[in-house]
């Protein structure tokens, strides 16, 4: 049995105010968030009651049955750096980014229904099948159809897992493992702060969510 633990990044400063897109930083929040849930999936890895001085073989092994994957974007990258001490197996996958919304990265849901009311209603219409229009605007099928090759690897290890990424894939992995349908998954609530601990099962995936103050 292997377990797969799925978040976001910690709140981003775009998050605060609606933004959507970009590349930016975490809040102080976000930053808070990103330490508690480390240590939380750390001390669940090693117990603290194995001691670096006796245990430690057991500690490395331990340690190196579990990979971390994030995209390659800022919030992502730093909702992971406790595990960047050299002892943590860690990769950074440029397909596990947000979805890339063209020509309104950056802008808030505000602006983009007031800048760009036929979009936004196209949007509304159809979630799943719409495509933001610019270069390398994308859909939600067009996240999924990236997501596919990281399925089939992450289906094929069998190690533990930790994935820290955006909404849009969230949506995407837990919408796979708890075989959700593709209707419902670009509503799917998947809010911040909120760890997903996935335990794949023969039929489905037993879920444990836990939540920190966001
Ligand atoms: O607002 C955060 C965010 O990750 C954006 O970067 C992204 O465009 C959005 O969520 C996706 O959610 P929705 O499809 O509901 O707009």
Redo the contacts with the bound molecule.
Sequence with gaps: ERTLWLSRHGEST??RV?R??GDPPLTPMGAKYARAMNAFIQNQVVPPHLDPDVDAEEIELRRKNLHVWTSTLQRALSSVESFEDGNWHTMHFKVLG??F?GICEDMT?EEIERTYPDIWAARQKN?LLFRYPGPGGES?SDVIERLKPIIVELERMEDDLLIVT???VMRTLLAYFCNIPLEEM??MTVPLHTLYKVTPKPYGAEVQVYQWDA
Excluded: D, L, S
């Design positions: 775009y998050n609606n959507i897109g947000e979805i919304a849901y979630k939600y955006h909404q849009v670009p509503t």
